[in-house]
């Protein structure tokens, strides 16, 4: 019998299989998370501010929306008439936390710049880069798995990577 290969491997394999499952079962909360990075990197680096307070900024914003996407959907279970619990709350923090991870890549890519690894401009012009990027694939991924050729997925993919696009172009008015 062929074994499945979810359960082949070490425990860390199993894990980061259980992780990216999570993050692909509703990938928009990731694409917000994206989407809030690229924004906040552009609109903070506008102003010639340092590569580390552009990473504390977009840290700082995803962890509030954070906060207000777990405080929205614990009140949307109390709605449904689910019991306010430890259990509740965590879950919803677990769920939401995927549009924080999303913005990892952009804080690291930030924080290299703030330890004068590379210049801040290079850091901020990779973080939103990233961001872009980020938003083709996540346009691939998600058209894919509604059964899209990958024809029609390459097409939509670079339409969802003009959204990140028009970010950095406002970025260029701003600046």
Same mark, same amino acid.
């Given at each position: 019998?062929?074994?499945d290969?979810t359960?082949?491997?070490?425990?860390?394999?199993?894990?980061?299989?259980?992780?990216?499952?999570?993050?692909?079962?509703?990938p928009?909360?990731?694409?917000?998370?994206? @989407? +809030?990075?690229?924004?906040?990197? *552009? /609109?903070?680096?506008?102003?010639?501010e340092? $590569?580390?307070?552009? !990473?504390? =900024?977009?840290?700082?914003?995803?962890?509030?929306?954070?906060?207000?996407?777990?405080?929205?959907?614990?009140?949307?279970?109390?709605?449904?008439?689910?019991?306010?619990?430890?259990?509740?709350?965590?879950?919803?923090?677990?769920e939401?936390?995927?549009?924080v991870?999303?913005?990892?890549?952009? @804080? +690291?890519?930030?924080?290299?710049? *703030? /330890?004068?690894?590379?210049?801040?401009?290079l $850091?901020?012009?990779l !973080?939103l =880069?990233?961001?872009?990027?980020?938003?083709?694939?996540?346009?691939?991924?998600?058209?894919?798995?509604a059964?899209?050729?990958?024809?029609?997925a390459s097409?939509?993919?670079?339409f969802?990577?003009?959204?990140?696009?028009?970010?950095?172009a406002?970025?260029s008015?701003?600046?």
């Amino acid at each position: 019998m062929r074994q499945d290969a979810t359960l082949r491997g070490t425990p860390s394999d199993r894990l980061w299989y259980r992780e990216l499952t999570r993050i692909t079962r509703n990938p928009s909360r990731a694409i917000y998370g994206t @989407i +809030v990075a690229t924004a906040v990197t *552009a /609109a903070s680096s506008s102003h010639d501010e340092p $590569a580390s307070l552009v !990473a504390a =900024a977009v840290a700082v914003t995803l962890v509030v929306f954070w906060i207000a996407h777990v405080y929205s959907a614990v009140l949307e279970d109390r709605y449904a008439g689910e019991p306010l619990s430890g259990a509740v709350v965590r879950d919803a923090a677990v769920e939401e936390v995927t549009m924080v991870e999303a913005g990892l890549v952009s @804080i +690291v890519i930030l924080l290299l710049g *703030a /330890a004068g690894l590379i210049s801040n401009d290079l $850091a901020v012009a990779l !973080a939103l =880069a990233s961001g872009v990027a980020q938003l083709v694939i996540w346009g691939m991924v998600t058209a894919r798995r509604a059964g899209w050729s990958w024809l029609a997925a390459s097409v939509a993919s670079v339409f969802d990577g003009l959204l990140g696009l028009i970010i950095i172009a406002l970025k260029s008015l701003l600046h």
